[in-house]
């Protein structure tokens, strides 16, 4: 356990000071690196067991409206799930819209910041939760076989918040650190991230053994006032074109 916590640790913090270094005047004039928003993304390091790495101004405002401009005409009421464990309206981006070039620029961002292939990942889900409206703790790796079949399991997320001037609806991980958060107005045990618009939460559902981290849990803390609107892309183990 120790020795795959220090290979954790160190595999991080390559990958975050590589993406760090390469923030230089170099790049100024770089197409990939302004497609990447080298200098502009800032990663922070919240937890190591889970691995979770907040990625502040990881998209631009614009980006965020862009994601917000899509989804709201085709917003559902989240299904599949019972009402008193998620309640949201939602949609996925279509395999159409997952060509244009802002979205390819956001999911070539989330492919170098999580180091997994674009082919691996789900199609973007966007969410919109109003007042009292939540998740509860959940994880994102699935029990079943079914889910399995296409890609393989899912070993990391990342989740983008769209929107700002949120009260609650901060993303709550009860088994990370060791301390309180708030988490929708009340204070619970474990680590909580506010909602800030452009930050993006990268955690694993994996780790390198290839089994489950049970401690990867989380959940959408209750939303208190405004309109909490978040993007999630899934990776998956194998492409899941």
Not at 12 to 33: Q, Y
Not at 56 to 77: G, M, T, V, W
Not at 114 to 121: A, I
Not at 207 to 235: F, N, Q, R, Y
């Amino acid at each position: 356990m120790v020795t795959t916590r220090i290979i954790f640790g160190l595999l991080t913090f390559v990958t975050v000071g590589m993406i760090i270094v390469s923030g230089f005047s170099r790049w100024e004039n770089d197409h990939e690196a302004k497609m990447l928003r080298i200098g502009f993304v800032k990663p922070e390091i919240v937890s190591w067991a889970p691995r979770i790495i907040v990625l502040h101004n990881f998209l631009s405002s614009e980006e965020c409206d862009y994601l917000k401009a899509i989804a709201r005409p085709r917003l559902q009421i989240s299904t599949g799930i019972k009402s008193n464990v998620r309640t949201s309206s939602g949609m996925f981006l279509s395999n159409e819209e997952r060509k244009y070039p802002i979205v390819q620029a956001i999911e070539k961002r989330i492919s170098v910041f999580s180091q997994v292939p674009v082919e691996n990942g789900e199609l973007v889900q966007v969410l919109r939760y109003e007042q009292n409206q939540y998740y509860k703790p959940h994880h994102d790796y699935f029990s079943d076989t079914f889910n399995l079949k296409r890609g393989g399991q899912r070993i990391a997320t990342v989740l983008m918040y769209l929107s700002n001037n949120v009260e609650g609806g901060e993303t709550y991980f009860p088994m990370a650190g060791t301390g309180e958060c708030s988490c929708g107005g009340q204070m619970v045990k474990g680590l909580s991230v506010k909602p800030n618009k452009g930050d993006a939460v990268l955690f694993w559902s994996m780790g390198l053994d290839g089994k489950e981290d049970p401690t990867s849990i989380h959940g959408g803390c209750k939303v208190l006032s405004g309109e909490k609107w978040s993007a999630t892309k899934w990776m998956r183990q194998k492409t899941t074109n």
